[in-house]
């Protein structure tokens, strides 16, 4: 397809477009003479996730390139290509590893990961920043004064171990190895927010239910 | 206890603590005489939710004295009360009605709620802002061009019921109304970061028992 039907299909302007392929957020088409390239199915699919990460997800370019070039390296194994993919975006900044909590929330997030018997997830915590996110989300919880019981946490991690279970679930079923990356971000960038709206609703729901709308 | 001592015991400083008290966020303590207030465990805890929502959520001052506001107004039955404090937190912008994604958006949201038989969920529909998140996060998935079957959020969307349940349960062992009411907001702010760093490490977790680290 040209450009023009590219941005139809695509429903982002055909400016947008080039400004993404200036940027090498998106491969060059197929150059068939001086003025005109061909785009493929590939280009489109490419497209969105470029534009899930912009648009919905808010990331810089640089940062969206970044993504990219895990993405697109196929000298990776699946677990390591989507976790750099995944890592490379916008995180929680540093813990502060001086500071009390967060040496407690370190413990406190260990002691989680051994009762679930998550074990991988274990000897990623030097270099996850999920686990970092964690840490610096228990530290904040803590340094508030909130002395919930951990336990409360080890039922919410063990949903949550469902849902990534379906989540690969749903990779597996896109037919490339490409593919299946590229629904790996795609996915975090847009199914988080609506797992966050879900949570909310169930809540209200739930509320409702016990308490009716008094 | 003095000021001294309320800075002390919540680790917030007696300035931050004094600018709170000019704001309306936290209670006058009792005059005892000219110079001295007496300050008490209620202080205390209203000043680690207002932290929670300051620091953790980035909530800004005027919103974080409206959900006080809607926390402290006791003439409203319970899911009314959470949900009012809830629904003055940071919100997505109103979804255009006007475009078609976001009507298809409805549709597919309201499909969703009967399948799963949310039916108190359901009658909130114009007023919840959860809802309203979950419409634009559906309308951004689908406009992007992701035909993903919406079976997928089903089994999320229970997942997310039985985390809401736990945090009911949860909610019932707080001893007072107001220390509910303050819990349910608190958690809000507090356990959503939590959710979606347990589902990053559950994916990493999945992903490095079926494919390994390679």
């Known amino acids: 397809m040209r450009l023009a039907q590219l941005s139809e ?3 982002v302007s055909a400016a947008t477009i080039k400004y ?5 957020l998106l491969p ?11 785009y493929d199915e ?3 699919r490419r497209l969105r996730l ?9 990331i810089p370019v640089a940062t969206v390139r970044e993504v990219l070039g895990h993405v697109d390296d196929d000298s990776l194994g699946r677990t390591i290509r989507v ?20 040496r407690a929330a370190h413990r406190e997030a260990d002691a989680l990961l051994d ?21 610096v989300a228990l530290a904040a919880f803590r340094r508030l004064g909130y002395d919930w019981d951990a336990e409360l946490l080890v039922t919410r991690a063990r949903l949550m ?4 279970v379906a989540d690969l679930d749903f990779l597996e079923t896109q037919p490339s190895e490409e593919e299946k990356v590229e629904a790996a971000v795609a996915s975090a960038v847009l199914v988080e927010p609506m797992l966050q709206a879900l949570h909310r609703l169930a809540q209200e729901e739930e509320s409702a239910r016990r308490y009716g709308f008094e």
Not at 28 to 38: K, L
Not at 125 to 130: D, L, N, V, Y
Not at 161 to 164: G, P, R, S, V
């Open 161 to 164: 171990h469902q849902a990534a």
């Open 50 to 58: 470029v534009r899930a990460m912009i648009q919905v997800g808010r």
């Open 115 to 135: 009762t679930l018997g998550w074990e991988n997830a274990r000897q990623l915590t030097t270099i996850s920043p999920a686990y970092r996110r964690l840490v």
């Open 83 to 102: 976790g750099a993919a995944l890592w490379a975006l916008p995180q929680v900044p540093e813990p502060d590893e001086d500071d009390a909590y967060v």
């Open 42 to 44: 590939e280009h489109l």
């Open 9 to 11: 299909r695509s429903g």
């Open 20 to 24: 993404y392929l200036r940027e090498g």
């Open 28 to 38: 060059p088409g197929r150059q068939v003479n001086a003025t005109t390239a061909e």
